[in-house]
């Protein structure tokens, strides 16, 4: 293996949750008469930390989003996320590889950690992952496509920055590893390669990443 650390991220590269939260984001934001589309947010969301959606949405029409906009929508997610989420395929296959090979692994997510356990424990992921592995905008400053949420990962894992590699589908996930001085292997199953065209690698089978990294 050629890196100490391998620095998943969560939606769309462990849990096939890109298109239920961007369907439920779409929606929730046009019924608060900011109209938006499945694509709209996916180009302008997806990988995103929800400061960011404020952010953008305030940027654009010169409005806050209300005070409960982040509950109501966790709270949507999570109830699709119970009916409906399941693993990328192959993921489990690189996770078993990984801890057969001693090699160290965590996931660092735009998402919240309540989030993120929801989604593992509905996908039964959540046996690879202790409390120890797992990483949230919530513990740093500043999400994606800033680099803190990767060095955070990494030095809470004891590992130089050099020496990790992150996983990702996002175009701003691919921005922070780089910011972070990371390699980035690029998941293409959703996001077209010209998106992830930064990446050190590009790849499509979740099933192949394992023997890529070698």
């Known amino acids: 293996m050629r890196y100490d650390l391998v620095i998943f991220d969560n939606d769309g590269v462990l849990v096939d949750s890109e298109r239920i939260s961007n369907t439920i984001l779409a929606a929730h934001l046009t019924e608060l008469g900011h109209p938006t589309s499945y694509e709209d947010s996916i180009r302008d969301y997806m990988g995103s930390a929800m400061h960011r959606i404020h952010d953008l949405v305030l940027e654009r ?19 699709a996320f119970e009916r409906e989420l399941e ?10 590889k990984l801890a057969a090979d001693g090699v160290p692994y965590c996931v660092a997510s735009s998402g919240s950690h309540e ?25 740093v400053g500043r999400g994606k496509p800033a680099p803190d949420l990767f060095l955070h990962a990494a030095e809470r894992m004891g590992v ?40 050190t690698q590009l790849f499509t089978d979740m099933g192949e ?6």
């Open 160 to 199: 130089p920055p050099q020496r990790c590699v992150v996983v990702e589908d996002s175009p701003l996930g691919v921005q922070a590893a780089h910011a972070a001085g990371m390699d980035v292997y690029g998941f293409t199953a959703m996001t077209p390669a010209a998106k992830l065209a930064g990446a």
């Open 115 to 139: 989030r993120i356990r929801v989604g593992h424990r509905r996908t039964g992921l959540d046996q690879w992952f202790d409390e120890e592995r797992v990483f949230s905008s919530q513990d």
């Open 61 to 79: 029409s010169g409005r806050r989003l209300p005070d409960d906009f982040d509950d109501v929508f966790h709270a949507r997610v999570f109830a």
């Open 87 to 96: 693993p990328v395929p192959g993921a489990v296959q690189v996770l078993e």
């Open 209 to 214: 990443l394992a023997d890529l990294l070698v």
